[in-house]
């Protein structure tokens, strides 16, 4: 079983609606939580990031962590044609980076998202 | 541009080849890491440099993958004897001193025929 599971999709929506993706993961030692955004053929790039449990908004982006049930979500709101990428969620945790540890972080397999126009 | 980067973008070599990709991190970052992506995956871990040591290597990173950061500053990473297997997105990524934000790079592509 993978550290972190996540929905593979591919998922596909009309433009302007609500989109939820989730992942799930069973490292209890995870602290940190991200999710990235990449498109085709480019490197990952960082759009949320979470410490713990709790909910952080950022424009249309809500990102919610349920550490008690190894849960976290990323909600687009008024999903845009521009949004139609994979999304991946990554954590880490654990170690100290001042004593040497690499702190990496660990990614699910990514959701393939497109938003019709 | 004062992000990460990455060459070449794309790496094309037959099987058996040797081939060294070349990662330039973000300036003021001193720790880099090196993953690996293949088809409808996420990246894999594959090594962490702080400064100019190792500190830490995945099993996936065989015999015939070296990786060096000789100054600190700029990293390579070598595959000698390619496999077919190999051929995936090379991705390198830096990180600052405070935060757990990686920046990524826009990775290599290696297709090995």
């Known amino acids: 079983q993978k550290e972190v599971e996540q929905d593979p999709g591919p998922l596909s929506v009309p433009e302007g609606a609500i989109v939820s993706l989730n992942c799930t993961y069973s490292?209890?030692?995870?602290?940190?939580f991200m999710w990235y955004r990449q498109y085709s053929r480019k490197g990952p790039e960082l759009l949320m990031y979470?410490?713990?449990?709790g909910n952080k908004e950022d424009g249309r982006f809500t990102a919610q962590v349920d550490k008690s049930s190894k849960y976290i979500s990323l909600f687009i709101r008024d999903s845009q044609p521009s949004d139609s990428a994979t999304y991946l969620c990554?954590?880490?945790?654990?170690?100290?980076?001042?004593?040497?540890?690499?702190?990496?972080?660990?990614f699910g397999s990514g959701t393939q998202l497109t938003v019709l126009p | 541009d004062t992000g990460v980067s990455q060459d070449p973008r794309h790496k094309i070599t037959k099987r058996g080849q040797n081939v060294t990709f070349r990662c330039d991190p973000i300036?003021?970052?001193?720790?880099l890491y090196w993953y690996r992506q293949t088809l409808g995956q996420g990246p894999e871990f594959l090594t962490y440099?702080?400064?100019?040591?190792?500190?830490?290597k995945s099993r996936l990173l065989s015999d015939r993958f070296s990786a060096e950061r000789p100054k600190g500053s700029f990293s390579t990473l070598e595959i000698q004897r390619t496999e077919q297997g190999d051929s995936a997105m090379y991705l390198c990524?830096?990180?600052?001193?405070?935060?757990?934000?990686?920046?990524f790079g826009p990775g290599t592509r290696l297709t090995v025929t």
């Open positions: 440099f702080q400064n100019e040591a190792q500190l830490e």
């Open positions: 300036s003021e970052h001193n720790r």
């Open positions: 979470t410490y713990s449990s």
């Open positions: 490292n209890s030692a995870f602290q940190y």
């Open positions: 990554a954590m880490s945790g654990g170690g100290s980076i001042s004593s040497g540890s690499a702190r990496q972080l660990t």
């Open positions: 990524a830096s990180r600052g001193l405070v935060g757990e934000r990686l920046y």
